[in-house]
């Protein structure tokens, strides 16, 4: 069996953070190889989860492999609301009065989250054109954020398994045009 780890370090927001553990893991993982005499690949990646981190990475992605953006942290820290206050307390209330169109942490927001996305992807790619990015988190089980990841360049959706079935025919719908 070939096994090819990748390691995924949370809440990064600046380039120098993910240098400082880039360099770790590439010590620990030399280190491992030297004294076990076994190779092996492995990739490194960084959850894009605070807006920071969309506004810089192309200096993130220097130091990392791949990207997923931790949509239900992106939209806490854009929104600056705590999900489980916000769902228990007011969010209902903000769609029902027409404050909010819909819940951010159903459907992704396009004008704020989105567009940190949307900057994260240019400029992560300017720096690696292959660069796999994708997201995890409910979104990717929504078929509206689904369409949006799909419009955006991402590569892959993660979701909750009794979302997966959703996720798997709105990204077919996202790339046949039928859903936006």
Known sequence: IEIHPEIMIPLVGVNTEMEF???????????YMEKSGKKFNYLVGTMIEVPHAALVADQIAE??????????????????Y?????????LGQ??????LPVNPFHEL????????????????????????????????????SIAF??????????????RVPVAR??????????LK
């Open 169 to 178: 025919i709105s990204a077919a719908h996202a790339a046949m045009g039928r």
């Open 82 to 90: 705590s999900r489980d206050d916000a769902e228990g307390k007011f």
């Open 94 to 99: 903000y769609e029902e009065k027409g404050i």
């Open 21 to 31: 553990f880039r360099k770790q893991i590439d010590e620990i993982a030399k280190d």
């Open 149 to 162: 990841c799909h419009t955006a360049g991402l590569n892959y959706v993660s979701c909750s398994p009794f």
């Open 109 to 144: 927001d396009r004008e704020g989250v989105g567009v940190l996305m949307e900057i994260a992807v240019e400029k992560g790619r300017k720096v690696d054109p292959n660069l796999s990015i994708g997201i995890c988190g409910e979104h990717g089980g929504n078929p509206s």
């Open 63 to 80: 130091y990392a492999e791949f990207f997923s953006f931790g949509t239900n942290d992106l939209t806490q820290t854009t929104f600056g």
